[in-house]
DNA sequence: TTTGACCTCTTTTCATCGTCAAGATTGGTA
DNA sequence: TACCAATCTTGACGATGAAAAGAGGTCAAA
């Protein structure tokens, strides 16, 4: 933490300040408001001194992106992790985690699920969700243990598309538009619990 | 069709023009690459000349989202009344006529359900999902013409939710990676019928 | 037919943006 | 201590969105 004037020349940690101030100039501003500059201007250095941390505006997002999904995986697997029962309800939990980061970063959520997140991967061969796959096959085979795979995996289609869905179509706005924030839970919920039904049946 | 040389100084149909342009841009060079003067340039025009049609760019994008809510609605409408039989297949045809539009226009899909396209739709007030909720929410009706008003908003909630998930994964490249167009439609539809499978079963 | 108001388009200008090159400053190391 | 590499600043370039001012074309009223 550096007091404005608390640094000379150098800032000290400009790369960690860089990814603070973009995280936030996102949320503010939106993806086609983050400029570069202005992320200069938060952390008080000057236009192009970024450009000693990232070779590019895309390489800030990319980072942004890759944090995010290291986030999105962190908190999905702590809300499965406090469910000790059914594996059905740790697959309510995944959910829950999913949907708690996504509420929490709606615009950096968005851009890690965009076509841009992909064009700018695509640079550097990441795929940062890679991670949320996982950690929800390994559920998905626990309440699924004697399927066939193939059950398995349109199970994990089934079970990411729903969780995914209604988050993204909140954040939109089109799902429970003057919603209070406290119903939209229950709705959110009452899908997850949906979503977990269905996976659970398609075993026999 | 005008050809190139055939106009004087005034275009004739401009605003068409740009709109044509436009969309196309934007499917080529994602959200982030359009360029209203980009757009002008392919429509043989000054880079100004946009101006005197739209307001702003943003103006350009939110008629690009208008007219892509009317087209989706019209998809899902027409697989959806090709279907004779059971209301819930119906329902699968809805989701099948969203996903066509969806990987059809994928880039202006995007933009129709992210947040630069609410920030661009409140200036103009406009919320053009309306039609695709309506829609929706009809044949859901149908499904469970005898359940109450919360059940059949949860069912709502939920088709909608897998149908756009399952899509928005597709399309970003998170399911499906390496599948061809064939096994990806079988997915999906895996997807949908489970879906409406759901949907007929909270109706007890 | 003439005229004049109005639309459409172009040209010019301005502030801002991403990126690059060159120079200033600093901290560590030999 | 003297150098060197990393860090930051300044200044420049081309591109962009937007606004202003002027040129070209259309069309209806006189």
Not at 165 to 193: H, M, N, Q, Y
Request: some cysteine; overall charge neutral.
């Amino acid at each position: 933490m550096t007091t404005p004037k608390a640094r000379g020349y150098h800032h000290g940690d400009l790369r960690e300040a860089l990814v603070v101030s973009g995280r936030k100039l996102l949320e503010d501003k939106g993806i086609r408001g983050f400029t570069l500059r202005e992320c200069a201007r938060r952390a008080e250095v000057s236009h192009a001194a970024p450009a000693h941390h990232f070779a590019s505006m895309d390489d800030l997002l990319a980072e942004l992106v890759r944090r995010g999904f290291a986030e999105l995986t962190a908190s999905m697997k702590a809300e499965a992790d406090r469910i000790e029962g059914e594996p059905a309800a740790r697959l309510v939990g995944l959910g829950v985690g999913y949907m708690a980061f996504a509420a929490a970063n709606p615009a950096l959520f968005q851009l890690m699920f965009s076509r841009e997140a992909n064009r700018i991967e695509s640079k550097h061969g990441d795929a940062g969700a890679d991670g949320v796959r996982r950690l929800q096959a390994a559920v998905v085979d626990e309440v699924l243990a004697h399927a066939s795979g193939e059950v398995r995996q349109r199970a994990a289609d089934f079970a990411w598309a729903t969780m995914h869905g209604f988050i993204t179509l909140v954040l939109e706005g089109e799902i429970g538009g003057r919603d209070s924030s406290r119903a939209l839970k229950t709705r959110g919920l009452a899908a997850l619990a949906a979503m977990a039904e269905t996976v659970v049946r398609s075993a026999r």
